[in-house]
Nanobody, 115 residues
């Protein structure tokens, strides 16, 4: 059974920080590239950041320099450290595990940044 469980969302003022966590099933984590997506109301889901099984990272231009993705393979967990948050970062954030021929989504966690 594959599970992705996100946590760490909440309400924060502009300029503040949050750290999202996504705990994955051990049977997929070690071979998965892990990604964070977000979707705001009325907008398409967009890729925020990704990290391969080997640790290579990539970021959307809108979050470069503010967000950091990391993974702890011993804990089967991927993190998204979000600093200098802006109101436009308000979205539901989703964890996605990408395997060679399939992928799995978490349930999402709400992040709200007030101005």
């Amino acid at each position: 059974q594959v599970q992705l469980v996100e946590s760490g969302g909440g309400l924060v003022q502009a300029g503040g920080s949050l750290r999202l966590s996504c705990a994955a099933s051990a049977n997929i984590f070690s071979i998965s590239a892990m990604n964070w997506y977000r979707q705001a109301p009325g907008k398409q889901r967009e890729l925020v950041a990704g990290i391969t099984s080997g640790g290579a990272t990539n970021y959307a231009d809108s979050v470069k320099g503010r967000f950091t993705i990391s993974r702890d393979n011993a804990k089967n967990t991927v993190y998204l450290q979000m600093n200098s948050l802006k109101p436009e970062d308000t979205s539901v954030y989703y964890c996605y595990a990408r395997l060679p021929f399939t992928g799995y989504w978490g349930q999402g966690t709400q992040v709200t940044v007030s101005s």
